[in-house]
């Protein structure tokens, strides 16, 4: 669905199809998947493999420590 973050993930019609929030749509672009050419799917395959759980997980992890260290910072006074 051509929504929030998924644009930035889906490349319409290069890793994937991007639909409208209707029934409609998602269908003929579902129809239109059963018939997309092979490169689309080694497109997607290769466009996944940039979000590796690991990595993602190192990097929300450090996200939590820096948001708790300004909260701590906050509670002492040191940030305003």
């Known amino acids: ?20 929030d209707d029934p409609q749509d998602c269908a003929s672009k579902i129809l239109a998947c059963l ?17 590796d759980t690991d990595e993602c997980m190192a990097k929300l992890e450090d996200i939590y420590k820096k948001t708790n260290e300004i909260h ?3 509670g002492r006074g040191d940030l305003k």
């Open 1 to 20: 669905i051509n929504f929030r973050v998924v644009p930035e993930v889906i490349r319409d019609g290069y890793n994937g199809l991007l639909f409208k």
């Open 35 to 51: 018939d997309a050419p092979e490169e689309m799917g080694k497109n997607a395959i290769a466009s996944a493999s940039r979000f």
């Open 72 to 74: 701590l910072a906050r």
